[in-house]
């Protein structure tokens, strides 16, 4: 201590009364040259704010090391405000110090620096001081702050703290761990507010599930000194109130937090209650406001973990969202239930010698839904026939039954919640307890040695083997597809499994199938491409013919040809022409950067093949998964459209039903996670972001990409071309292409047309391909993302 005391007695007794609450009773005003903190005990080494209300100094969240941070000092609960070193924890020992010569660091057991974010490489630092706002500052001799806890947020804002552009809150972990974890609340250099999910443990933004919409004019959130929150413009004005506060900050404490959980939330406290009077009944925190209202519903996202893990299910509570995990299913990690959840029996085997069938049984959840988990959807069917259809189907993990729709989905099951706006009714699928049901005798048969169970298992198999016989005959009969005009060849699986050559030489892999090179002796020893669906039911049936029978009656330039397939057993196999040239993934974004002639040629091809689907095949056809790899390339770089043959079959007066999601992010147009109708005009609009790509040379999306805002291909050439710069979207090309440059433009200008995140000023894929030939004349588009709300990759 460096001040005198003269009643040593007196403050002994002041020192052992405060003892419980702070073993460090001193005020530091200033924290000056030479001074040091040491992580020994929890509380026991910090600097608090001359009130008292704040410390900086060492905790000890667990047993596993201590957490350079800033708390509330005077109440129970010490809450944490912020953290160094992105929460990491350091070991014991280690200490805090301002050296004599004015640097801050932190330092371990022997002296090492450890990395300590913010104040690293600052030197000419004065003094330190922990202020009562809450804000830990390094200022040199004029008193000028060199570094400010404020500037470097963790999770938690204060009253008197801002959020400036291009800075964000970090959620923790989990409660008690203060490493960043699955949600960020940012606002972005353009002015935007949001609220978004990362892809764990990237920081790379997933999922956006709130946004207040004010690109462009959005400048700093405020927590003002009276404890509201709320963004305002350029000019000072409030745009948006986030939490308008109806608590004093006299007599409240104050703070505004990214949970762990997502949930951005404005807490108070009662200043009475808390140290000042020890005995009276403590309060704690309360919630004052939060965002946003229902954080389950909220968030969209067709890949990752959603709000509560895998295989989980999110309930919005009062007090904000609440993860649960279905019957069957248990958290993986108590401790972090956003982690998801696990089956707890033994999962369905896939042996078709031994379906487990009987073994298993479907448990009812009421408004329980996993909209993006489907990977097959039925129509029209039986309630019944939908439940066996997943009952014998050892991918099914729960399915959903209404009005004939029956949409099957697998593990992990994505972004799960009870939404009693749905009206479902999901049905998971759960290991049946009773042991006496006939397959699983035979299983016992298989391990143990008693000849009666092994008489049962001869039975058994022979059943078996009868009805696979039957099955075949029956299939047999099928085989014969009828389409008249219809030059299809069927093949039989072993012929299949000659030209590929037992499948060896795979070309490419997709959701539902594999694709593998064959030659096959009918073809002149020409290459094929053999595509094996993975069927999971037999009763698959009749879609496979209806698909085989569609893409027969297709023939178009611009489409890959299929030439036969294959029909026998579980088996489903399609034979398509090979293309020479690999796909347009590869073309575009490969070493060379191809010419514009051909891009051009490539962006009219797959125009017109789209179209002769929509228009001109006797059966309309919808892709739904339009993007660079499915557009091949042949012998002559000619564009050639595959995959079609798994489009969902559309007759024209369907075109108005909603149809299950399908398709690849970034390519998706917004109205499939709109519930809104899907027609043609979603093909549009990934024909759009593709037309984008090919102009640009360049993916729709680059996560590492040092200037934020040309992360978004269609946001970015958006602003060129607003502005007038497009010479900085095609910089990177030849000379050549400089000369095409307005065809270029023109082309951007179609692009945007085509995204437009309302479908109905979409043009149609024929407006489309006289734009491109240059017959019609074209419009300045407005800005495509100007409503943009749904996930995409931000
Ligand atoms: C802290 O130190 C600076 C520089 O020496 C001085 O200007 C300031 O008044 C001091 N503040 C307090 C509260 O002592
Ligand atoms: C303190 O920092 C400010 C801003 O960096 C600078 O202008 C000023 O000269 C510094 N004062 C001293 C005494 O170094
Ligand atoms: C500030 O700008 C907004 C639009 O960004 C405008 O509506 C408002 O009137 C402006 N306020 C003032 C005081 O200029
Ligand atoms: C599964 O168990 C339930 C309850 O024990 C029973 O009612 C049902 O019949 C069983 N299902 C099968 C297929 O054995
Ligand atoms: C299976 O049986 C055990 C013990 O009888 C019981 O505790 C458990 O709830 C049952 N599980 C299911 C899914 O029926």
Not at 543 to 568: D, M, P, S, W, Y
Not at 683 to 691: A, M, N, P, Q, T
Request: aromatic share 12%.
């Amino acid at each position: 201590m460096d001040f005198e005391l003269p009643y040593p007695f007196f403050f002994l007794l002041l020192l052992l009364v405060l003892l419980p609450f702070s073993n460090t009773a001193q005020t530091y005003n200033n924290i000056s040259l030479g001074s040091s903190l040491t992580a020994l005990d929890d509380y026991s080494s910090s600097w608090p704010s001359p009130s008292g209300e704040f410390a900086f100094g060492f905790r000890q969240p667990g047993v596993d090391g201590f957490l350079l941070a800033i708390w509330f000092n005077k109440i129970q609960e010490r809450t944490i405000v912020w953290s160094a070193n992105a929460g990491s924890l350091v070991p014991q020992g280690s200490q805090v110090e301002l050296t004599n010569d004015g640097q801050f660091m932190l330092k371990d057991k022997t002296g090492k620096q450890i990395y300590f974010a913010g104040s690293w490489g600052i030197t000419g630092v004065a003094y330190a001081a922990m202020l009562d706002t809450g804000n830990f500052v390094l200022a040199n001799k004029s008193s000028k702050y060199l570094w400010e806890s404020f500037e470097e947020p963790t999770n938690t804002l204060l009253p008197t703290q801002t959020l400036k552009r291009n800075s964000k809150l970090y959620a923790s972990y989990t409660a008690s761990n203060y490493t960043p974890g699955r949600f960020r609340f940012a606002l972005k250099s353009d002015g935007g507010l949001l609220l978004y999910t990362t892809n764990y443990p990237l920081d790379s933004a997933n999922c956006e599930y709130w946004s207040t919409h004010t690109e462009g004019s959005g400048f700093q959130v405020i927590f003002s000194q009276s404890g509201s929150i709320y963004l305002t413009g350029t000019n000072g004005s409030i745009l948006y109130m986030i939490s308008d506060n109806t608590y004093s900050t006299q007599d409240f404490y104050h703070r505004a937090m990214l949970e762990y959980n997502g949930v951005f939330r404005h807490y108070v406290y009662p200043k009475k209650t808390g140290l000042g009077s020890v005995g009276t009944r403590r309060q704690g925190w309360s919630s004052s406001s939060f965002i946003p209202p229902n954080l389950c519903a909220s968030i969209a996202e067709t890949t990752g973990s959603g709000a509560c893990g895998f295989n989980s299910l999110c309930r919005e509570g009062t007090e904000g969202p609440v993860c649960e995990c279905p019957d069957g299913y248990g958290f993986i990690d108590e401790n972090d239930v956003l982690k998801g959840c696990k089956q707890k029996f033994v999962s369905q085997s896939c042996d078709e010698a031994f379906p487990e069938t009987h073994l298993f049984d479907l448990q009812e959840l009421e408004n329980g839904d996993w909209p993006f988990s489907d990977y097959q959807h039925f129509q029209p069917v039986s309630e019944d026939w939908c439940k066996q259809s997943c009952l014998s189907d050892c991918s099914c993990a729960v399915v959903i039954f209404k009005n004939g729709d029956c949409w099957k989905k697998g593990i992990p099951l994505i972004n799960g919640r009870i939404d009693p706006t749905v009206g479902n009714k999901a049905l998971v699928k759960i290991r049946n307890n009773s042991t006496n049901s006939i397959p699983n005798l035979a299983r016992l048969g298989l391990l143990g040695s008693s000849a009666f169970l092994n008489l049962l298992l001869l039975i058994i198999t022979c059943l078996l083997f009868f009805h696979i016989i039957h099955h075949r005959k029956a299939k047999l009969s099928m085989l014969y597809l009828g389409g008249q005009g219809n030059n299809l060849k069927s093949f039989t699986y072993m012929e299949m499994k000659g030209a590929t050559n037992g499948f060896k030489e795979e070309l490419g892999r997709g959701a539902f199938a594999t694709v593998f090179k064959g030659v096959l002796a009918s073809e002149d020893g020409k290459p094929v491409a053999v595509k094996r669906l993975d069927t999971m039911v037999r009763e698959n049936d009749l879609e496979f013919k209806a698909e085989v029978t569609a893409i027969g009656r297709t023939n178009h330039k611009n489409l890959v040809q299929l030439l036969g397939f294959c029909n026998e057993g579980q088996h489903r196999i399609l034979v398509y022409e090979f293309m020479s040239n690999g796909s347009l993934a590869s073309f575009l974004f490969g070493e060379s950067r191809p010419s514009w002639y051909q891009r051009r040629e490539i962006a009219l091809g797959t125009a017109r093949g789209i179209l002769y689907l929509h228009e001109e095949c006797s059966i309309q056809i919808l892709h739904c998964d339009i993007k660079p790899q499915n557009i091949l390339l042949d012998d002559s770089f000619n564009a050639r459209i595959a995959d079609f043959g798994v489009a969902k079959l559309l007759k024209i007066e369907q075109t108005r039903t909603t149809t299950r999601f399908r398709g690849t992010r970034g390519y998706v147009a917004p109205e499939w996670f709109k519930s809104l109708p899907v027609t043609v005009k979603a093909d549009v609009y990934s024909f759009g972001i593709l037309l984008l790509e090919i102009v640009c040379c360049r993916k729709n999306y680059i996560a590492k990409m040092e200037d934020e805002d040309q992360m978004i291909l269609a946001d970015w050439a958006y602003h060129c071309y607003e502005q007038n710069k497009l010479h900085q979207l095609f910089r990177n090309d030849d000379d050549e292409a400089k000369d095409d440059i307005e065809e270029m433009k023109a082309y951007l200008m179609i692009a945007f047309w085509c995204i437009q995140e309302d479908a109905s000023p979409r043009p149609t894929m024929r407006n489309v391909t006289q734009m491109l030939e240059g017959t019609v004349e074209l419009s300045n588009p407005p800005n495509p993302s100007s409503l943009y709300v749904q996930c995409k990759g931000l």
